[in-house]
């Protein structure tokens, strides 16, 4: 069943000598693409205004314009205007593209607390691939973490697999996660470190890994998008499926979508993580092309990143049905 109450996972910061809330329990889903910036943002102008249609009206408050220096700037109202010039922007091929690419980020508050709804993008341009040989482009897209209270967790599946197949994705992953905003970078990522040895159904939430991403999938989520030359290095869609009964999957345009378990899974181990479904299963599957940069989680150390790959590798699957 959807998660009964984690409002206790929320994490506060003070700011000016204020608290602000820092790190929020969500949902979330990511999508990685190794296609060239005016292709990604194209698909991802696409991807928005699914997401805004998709969640209540009024959801987004502010943007943020990342540029050289990401904490120099500040939330601006997001309003007609501002939706309209985005997709303008990004479906034109951005104005705003610096030497390593174009990002943005859609903020639920106006003062970069977390908040309940939110979305980023992170557009790579590589001058010289050579240099950065494992860079991607990535797109995430936040919800509360009560959403499936009120939306039917196969409806929710369903936009999942609408986005993928509006964004040239290698590969992506949908569950709970952390959602935080720049402004509160340091502390939150300080809180998520704490919080996800405990919650191993949590993504980690941390961006950068789409900086080493290229030709590898994130460690095992609810939901896992696996593109072709994926599926093939894997040994095959046939072989895939033998691996992986009891998982549903849906065939993909450009690859498969992978459901772990029926709910997107807590995973609280001080509650024995009964929900975690077929998590452990998929992990095995996963673990040849797994992300494989323990110190790029933003987890604080080699140890700790290394723990969280591979949290579901000594764990029994339980049951798919985890209501």
């Known amino acids: 069943m959807p998660p009964k109450n984690l409002e206790s996972l929320r994490r506060t910061s003070i700011r000016f000598k204020q608290e602000c809330t820092a790190v929020q329990p969500g949902l979330a889903v990511l999508l990685y693409t190794t296609a060239e910036l005016d292709r990604a943002t194209t698909a991802a102008a696409d991807i928005l205004e699914a997401y805004l249609t ?89 919800f509360p973490w009560d959403y499936l209270d009120t939306v039917d967790v196969d409806i929710f599946v369903g936009f999942v697999k609408d986005v993928a197949e509006l964004y040239p994705f290698c590969t992506g992953h949908a569950g709970m996660s952390f959602i935080n905003t720049i402004v509160y970078e340091p502390a939150a990522r300080a809180e998520i470190a704490k919080l996800v040895p405990r919650f191993l159904g949590f993504d980690c939430a941390y961006d950068w890994t789409y900086v080493y991403m290229r030709g590898k999938v994130p460690p095992a989520h609810w939901i896992q998008l696996l593109d072709l030359v994926t599926v093939e290095r894997l040994g095959g869609e046939n072989r895939l499926k033998q691996a992986l009964q009891g998982c549903e999957i849906h065939d993909l345009s450009q690859g498969l979508l992978v459901r772990g378990a029926k709910y997107p899974p807590v995973g609280d181990v001080n509650r024995l993580a009964l929900d975690i479904g077929l998590l452990p299963a998929v992990a095995k599957v996963l673990a040849p092309v797994r992300y494989d940069e323990p110190n790029e989680l933003g987890l604080g150390s080699d140890t700790a990143g290394k723990a969280y790959l591979r949290r579901f590798d000594e764990r029994k699957s339980r049951d798919w049905n985890n209501d």
Do not use: W
């Open 54 to 142: 998709f969640v209540p009206d009024g959801s987004i408050k502010a943007i943020y314009h990342i540029g050289e220096n990401e904490y120099s700037s500040g939330f601006v109202p997001f309003d007609a205007a501002a939706r309209n010039q985005l997709l303008y922007d990004l479906r034109r091929g951005p104005v705003l593209i610096d030497e390593d690419g174009y990002d943005f980020v859609l903020s639920a508050t106006m003062d970069g607390q977390a908040g309940q709804y939110g979305c980023r993008f992170r557009g790579t341009t590589i001058p010289d691939p050579d240099d950065f040989p494992d860079e991607t482009s990535l797109i995430r897209l936040e």
